[in-house]
């Protein structure tokens, strides 16, 4: 029996049965409600936020699988990887992935993303501390399995088990992620796509209303320049969010790894979906920017990358990938 065609079967249809409801003006998945559900954007590899988020396509990423199951399938070996994100005053986020590989099936990784929002004092109506204090806390559990399809084809999927509590309330919820990736003969080239945080809210967070997860469909491709030592990155992210379904494609980013030798690593980026959605109307600066470096040897890769949300607010993200 081929499992590696079964699984591609398995693949094509989720992604289908979410590619559909994209195309009607009607679509559910269009909405840009706030919600709960809304830390899984913050988990991306600290490589791929230093292009600004590009890196669905992008081969041989320790933590790819965030934002493309299929990547997992290229890493190959047992992998640790912990990402740390610094956010506003005291909130943390941060994403861990183990990964490793069989043989004979393909490569598994269990993985975790979390988000803590620090600690909140109790107040009246009328401002006047009541004493004691409470938290909130955002965790996904996520399984992953990635596989070889065929002589260029990945694809992988990734199942979610996502906890929020915040106080006496809480809710809990599953999600699917989804992705293909392919790389040309040229060995130079790589098209991928995914569908991310595809679920439903079993638990409500906030009754009686149920909390909506933020779907992401994503597309891009990346380039490894011939005679130059920079891999170029162009994609679309927020496929899914919009009321106008042409309009979404103007939600590109863009961006660049710059090899110097084979131990350093430097990476620019640009998203016009933050641009768009977190600067200010009279003072755009550098939203939407990232960059960030890495340096790599043959057992450990340590990764830095900042994103710029508006001015004064710079996002730093800290990773570390080590082969077991």
Request: aromatic share 16%; glycine share 10%.
């Given at each position: 029996?081929?499992?590696?065609?079964?699984?591609?079967?398995?693949?094509?249809?989720?992604?289908?049965?979410?590619?559909?409801?994209?195309?009607?003006?009607?679509?559910?998945?269009?909405?840009?409600?706030?919600?709960?559900?809304?830390?899984?954007?913050?988990?991306?590899?600290?490589?791929?936020?230093?292009?600004?988020?590009?890196?669905?396509?992008?081969?041989?990423?320790?933590?790819?699988?965030?934002?493309?199951?299929?990547?997992?399938?290229?890493?190959?070996?047992?992998?640790?990887?912990?990402?740390?994100?610094?956010?506003?005053?005291?909130?943390?986020?941060?994403?861990?992935?183990?990964?490793?590989?069989?043989?004979?099936?393909?490569?598994?990784?269990?993985?975790?993303?979390?988000?803590?929002?620090?600690?909140?004092?109790?107040?009246?109506?009328?401002?006047?501390?009541?004493?004691?204090?409470?938290?909130?806390?955002?965790?996904?559990?996520?399984?992953?399995?990635?596989?070889?399809?065929?002589?260029?084809?990945?694809?992988?999927?990734?199942?979610?088990?996502?906890?929020?509590?915040?106080?006496?309330?809480?809710?809990?919820?599953?999600?699917?992620?989804?992705?293909?990736?392919?790389?040309?003969?040229?060995?130079?080239?790589?098209?991928?796509?995914?569908?991310?945080?595809?679920?439903?809210?079993?638990?409500?967070?906030?009754?009686?209303?149920?909390?909506?997860?933020?779907?992401?469909?994503?597309?891009?491709f990346n380039h490894h320049l011939k005679g130059l030592p920079l891999n170029f990155n162009f994609g679309f992210n927020h496929l899914a969010t919009g009321d106008k379904f042409l309009k979404r494609f103007s939600n590109i980013n863009i961006g660049g790894e710059l090899y110097f030798g084979n131990h350093v690593q430097v990476r620019i980026g640009y998203d016009n979906y933050i641009n768009k959605n977190f600067s200010s109307s009279q003072n755009k600066g550098f939203t939407g920017l990232a960059a960030g470096a890495g340096i790599i040897t043959d057992w450990i890769h340590v990764d830095y990358a900042v994103s710029i949300y508006s001015q004064g607010?710079?996002?730093?993200?800290?990773?570390?990938?080590?082969?077991?």
């Open positions: 029996m081929n499992y590696q065609k079964i699984f591609f079967g398995i693949i094509f249809t989720l992604i289908l049965s979410f590619i559909f409801p994209l195309f009607s003006s009607f679509s559910t998945y269009c909405s840009e409600k706030p919600s709960p559900y809304s830390f899984l954007n913050n988990a991306l590899s600290t490589r791929s936020a230093g292009m600004a988020g590009a890196g669905v396509c992008f081969d041989y990423d320790f933590a790819g699988s965030f934002i493309n199951p299929a990547i997992t399938a290229t890493t190959q070996r047992h992998t640790i990887n912990a990402t740390f994100l610094k956010h506003l005053l005291d909130i943390n986020s941060g994403n861990f992935l183990y990964t490793f590989e069989d043989t004979t099936y393909g490569t598994f990784a269990a993985s975790a993303i979390y988000t803590n929002y620090g600690t909140f004092q109790y107040y009246d109506e009328y401002g006047k501390e009541l004493g004691g204090t409470f938290t909130g806390n955002m965790i996904s559990l996520n399984g992953t399995f990635a596989t070889k399809i065929d002589e260029q084809l990945y694809g992988g999927v990734t199942l979610k088990l996502i906890f929020n509590q915040l106080e006496q309330m809480n809710g809990f919820a599953v999600a699917i992620d989804a992705g293909l990736l392919y790389k040309l003969s040229d060995e130079r080239t790589n098209i991928g796509f995914s569908i991310l945080n595809a679920g439903s809210e079993l638990k409500k967070f906030a009754k009686p209303e149920s909390s909506e997860i933020p779907l992401d469909v994503r597309l891009g607010l710079y996002l730093h993200r800290f990773g570390v990938s080590y082969k077991i």
